[in-house]
C-alpha cells in the first residue's frame, strides 16, 4: 500500500479507523495511520491499483475550496454551466435555483447566493444534463458551511443515461457520508458511463447542495 499526502505546514499524526467508501456503495475497513508534513485534509490511497479516498480532517475549521480529484491524468470538469434541473426551489429571497450548483463558485455560504436549497418534500432531486455521454472518473460535491449541515447524511449520487425518476433509475455511484459544515465529497465512479449525474434526498427533507462539479478523462 502506498500512502500520498497533498497540500499545511503542520506535523501532526492522523489516524483513522473504519469504512472507505470505493463507490457503487462497496467499503474497505482500514486502519490508517500517518506521522509527518500534513499539506491538506485529505490522504490518497492506492490499493491494488484502484483509487480509494479517506476525509481525514486535519483541521476541520480551514476553509476549502472545489477541486479535481488528484490524480496523474489531467481531468475536465464537465458540469460547469452545463444545464441542470432541481425538484423545486425554496421560496425565500436568496433563490437557491440549479444552475448555481455548477457555476463554479465552491462558497458554501447560502447568504452569498451560490447554493442550491430545494423545499422541504419527499425525495428532493437535482441533476444536470453533460450533452453527451462520459466515463466519469469521479463526483465532487460540496456542502453548506454556514449551517444545516447534516441534512446531506446519506445523499446519493447516480450516473446514467436515464431520466426516469429524474436520474434515481440510474446505477448508484455512491452516497454521501462526510456532514461536517463545508465538507467536499469525492465520490469515485470508476468509469461509469452516462450523460446525466444527479443528486437525491433518499427521505422527506430539503436538498441543499453548493456545488457539483463531474470529472471525466474525455
Not at 83 to 99: C, D, L, M, R, Y
Request: aromatic share 6%; glycine share 10%; charged share 20%.
Amino acid at each position: 500500500m502506498r500512502k500520498e499526502v497533498l497540500t499545511s505546514p503542520k506535523e501532526k499524526i492522523i489516524q483513522y479507523s473504519g469504512e472507505i467508501a470505493v463507490g457503487r456503495q462497496a467499503t474497505l475497513k482500514a486502519h490508517l495511520r500517518w506521522v509527518g508534513q500534513v499539506r491538506d485534509s485529505r490522504m490518497m490511497l492506492f490499493i491494488g491499483g484502484c483509487l480509494l479516498a479517506a476525509t481525514l480532517l486535519a483541521d476541520p475549521t480551514a476553509a476549502q475550496s472545489c477541486r479535481p480529484p488528484p490524480g496523474d491524468v489531467k481531468m475536465k470538469n464537465l458540469a460547469l454551466g452545463k444545464p441542470a434541473f432541481q425538484s423545486s426551489i425554496h421560496p425565500h429571497q436568496i433563490v437557491g435555483s440549479a444552475e448555481k450548483a455548477v457555476d463554479g463558485n465552491c462558497n458554501g455560504n447560502w447568504s452569498k447566493g451560490s447554493c442550491i436549497l430545494t423545499k422541504h418534500e419527499e425525495q428532493p432531486w437535482w441533476f444536470v444534463d453533460l450533452g453527451d455521454s462520459y466515463n466519469i472518473f469521479g463526483v465532487v460535491v460540496k456542502n453548506r458551511d454556514d449551517c444545516c449541515a447534516e441534512g446531506i447524511h446519506q445523499v446519493e449520487v447516480h450516473v446514467g443515461d436515464s431520466l426516469e425518476n429524474h436520474g434515481r433509475s440510474n446505477p448508484i455511484c455512491g452516497t454521501i457520508q462526510n456532514t461536517s459544515p463545508g465538507s467536499i465529497t469525492t465520490i469515485y465512479c470508476n468509469g461509469q458511463r452516462g450523460r446525466y449525474v444527479s443528486v437525491h434526498q433518499p427521505r422527506v427533507s430539503s436538498l441543499a447542495v453548493c456545488e457539483v462539479e463531474v470529472y471525466s478523462t474525455q
